[in-house]
Every structure is written in C-alpha cells, then in structure tokens.
C-alpha cells in the first residue's frame, strides 16, 4: 500500500540551516525510509527566489520519497495541512551578540507563524523551533496557537546533547555509541547544564568513569554551553550543518521513539517536573514512544546540578517576561 506523504514545512528554506536541512528530510532521514514526504517552504520575499534555487536542487536529486515541494512567502498557505514544522527561519546571532539579543527581532517572526499553525496545520502538527532564542520563540508560537495542545511545541537543545555526547566520548576515549543517558537542562543559551551525573559510558556512570570535577566544571560545562560561540569565531557563521542534523535527530527520535536504556533532550513546556515552573519552555531528559515524548522522573538532582538548573531556568523565567512586556505573549 501507498503511505500518504507527510506534509513537512520548513521556514526559512532558503537559509544556510535550511540548505543542510532539506536534502535530508528529503532523503528520508527525518521521518523514515519507508516515509513519502511533501515538501512546503517558507521563505519572506527576499529570500524566494533563493528557495526556488534550492528546490531545482531537489528535483535535481530524484529523490524517490519526495512527493512534491510548494514554496511561499504566506505562512498560511506554508503551513496549511503542515503534519511536522521546523521553525528555522530568523536572524542568526553575529560575534559578540547573545542569543538573548535576538529577542525583539525574532520574536515579532514566531507570533504570526504560531496564528497560521493554529488555523491551518494538521490535526497531528508536531513543532520544533530551531531559531534562537529557540526556547522562548517556542512559547511565542505555542501562545500564539491555544487549540494545538501546548505540548506539540517544542525548541531544538538536540544540538547541545550531540556536542555534549561527542565531547564526553573524545575525554573518555570511549565511542559515541557507548554514551547514553545525558541531559540537557534549561535554555538554549550560554546557562544550560549538560548534566552527566545520570549519564553512562560504557554502561558505568558517566561522572565516576570522568573522576575529574574540575573538567566537568572548567572545560566539559563550558565548552558544550559556549560552542555556539565558538562555532561563529571560527566559521564566521552559525553552526548549520549539525543544526541541521541535530533538527532531523530530535523529529526522528519525537516520531520514532529512543532507544531501550537510553533518552533524549528536548526543550518541552514544563509541567513542573524537577522544580522548573509550569509552562516555561526548558530542556528535560525525556523518552520517546509512539510519536508522545515523557519527562525522565525521579532522577536525583545533587546540589551541583540544582544550582545551575535554576540559573538556567531563571534566565527562562527572564526571558518570558521580556516578551510578555513586548506584548509576544
Ligand atoms: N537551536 C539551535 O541549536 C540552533 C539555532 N540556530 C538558529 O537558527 C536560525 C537560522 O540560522 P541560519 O539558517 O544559519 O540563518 P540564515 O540567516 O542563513 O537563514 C535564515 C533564513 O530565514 C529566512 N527568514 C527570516 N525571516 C523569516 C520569516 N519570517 N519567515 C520565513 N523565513 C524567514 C531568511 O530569509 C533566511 O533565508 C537562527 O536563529 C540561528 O541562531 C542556529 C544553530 C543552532
Ligand atoms: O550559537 C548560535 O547562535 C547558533 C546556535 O544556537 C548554536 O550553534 O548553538
């Protein structure tokens, strides 16, 4: 039988994320080998004609799952029947700026696109934002659209966990496949906490296998929160192609479930879980199944760890203000 594609729409197409991005979801990478998709991006004027070019690209590859690809300016018409949306398309920070600085002039973006996922997307619309400031754009969107139930909202720390997994592996000389069970907690930002002290390597706890807290706190904490920066120092631009893979990790995982012994971090509305206030949309350790994720509970959170959880989640807590006085929320 022949499944019905998947409608996928991607903003900003025509960007450097998106250009990673499209030939993947195309190749089946995002939802499966077995699953047709159809692709509708969203562009603003100025960057049509660039989406058009990347589209002739697609066609260009004959990729047996793609079944088709509309390109708009209109969010409405971009996301009308939308089954999955990554939101990509904003302003990247530059050197010097924090994610944080790109508030107001992304934010005004996700407002509008949330109203159009609300009105138009499919019934089963499941959202990832990847543009910075991912977590509160996020909450904008989600605010923006009261009938799609609060939790098909989501913001990309997909990124921060690779980074964290591969730095793990390369101190502990370990495979990437051997490393399970870190987290991601709080923002998208330089206050996140990469959190190995549930995490294994090899199937021993990841701290105990380290030994090192000064590593763990001098050199793996900060070289995982401020990569982002690191990235933009040395390419003179954002990271995009493992933005972009991170984006096609957290879709497949959300649709496919993660791995028995293993979990993920998202950045998801919080239900209170782990003392991080209800609704802030912040990173949690959570497991997969069945197209529905689930916050990781009753892990042990050591005082090392509650202090920089809640620096994060303060900062959350900030920027939520911050847009409420701007009226984005
Ligand atoms: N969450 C994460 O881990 C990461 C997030 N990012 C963020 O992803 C975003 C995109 O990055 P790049 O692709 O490098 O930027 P880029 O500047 O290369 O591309 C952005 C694209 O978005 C388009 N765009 C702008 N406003 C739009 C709108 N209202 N509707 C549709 N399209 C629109 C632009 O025309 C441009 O083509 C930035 O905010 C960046 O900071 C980047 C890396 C990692
Ligand atoms: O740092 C940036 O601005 C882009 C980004 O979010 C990342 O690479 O983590």
């Not at 699953?35 to 989406?51: S, W």
């Not at 990832?128 to 139930?149: E, K, M």
Request: glycine share 10%; aromatic share 6%.
């Amino acid at each position: 039988m022949t499944r019905t594609p998947v409608n996928v729409t991607v903003t900003g197409a025509a960007g450097q994320i998106g250009y990673a991005l499209l030939f993947r979801i195309a190749s089946g990478h995002l939802l499966g080998a077995d699953v047709p998709v159809k692709l509708r991006l969203l562009e603003i004027p100025q960057g049509l004609k660039a989406a058009e070019g990347t589209a002739m690209e697609l066609d260009d590859c004959a990729f047996p799952l793609l079944r088709g690809i509309d390109i708009s300016d209109d969010p409405n018409v971009a996301f009308d029947g939308a089954n999955v949306a990554l939101l990509v398309g904003a302003r990247p920070r530059t050197k010097g700026m924090e994610r944080g600085d790109l508030l107001e002039a992304n934010g005004g973006i996700f407002k509008p696109q949330g109203a159009a996922i609300n009105a138009h997307a499919a019934d089963d619309i499941k959202v990832l934002v990847v543009g910075n400031p991912a977590n509160t754009n996020a909450l904008i969107a989600q605010a923006a659209a009261p009938d799609v139930p609060a939790e098909r909202f989501t913001a990309m720390t997909r990124l921060d966990h690779n980074r964290a997994v591969s730095q793990l592996a390369q101190k502990t000389g370990t495979p990437v496949s051997e490393i399970r069970k870190l987290t991601i907690w709080g923002n998208h930002s330089a206050t996140q906490y990469p959190d190995i002290f549930h995490a294994e390597v090899a199937g021993k706890n990841a701290a105990e296998a380290v030994g090192d807290q000064a590593w763990l706190a001098d050199t793996f904490i900060p070289t995982v929160a401020k990569r982002g920066a690191a990235i933009i120092e040395a390419r003179g631009a954002s990271s995009a192609a493992s933005a972009a893979n991170a984006a096609i990790d957290h879709v497949h995982t959300w649709v496919n479930g993660t791995a028995a012994g293993d979990w993920t971090s998202m950045g998801i509305p919080s239900d209170g879980s782990y003392g991080v206030p209800e609704g802030l949309i912040s990173s949690f350790p959570v497991t997969t199944k069945d197209g529905k994720y689930e916050i990781v509970q009753g892990l042990e959170i050591n005082d090392f760890s509650r202090e920089r959880i809640d620096a994060s989640v303060r900062e959350l807590s900030e920027e939520r203000e911050a847009v409420r006085g701007l009226g984005l929320l």
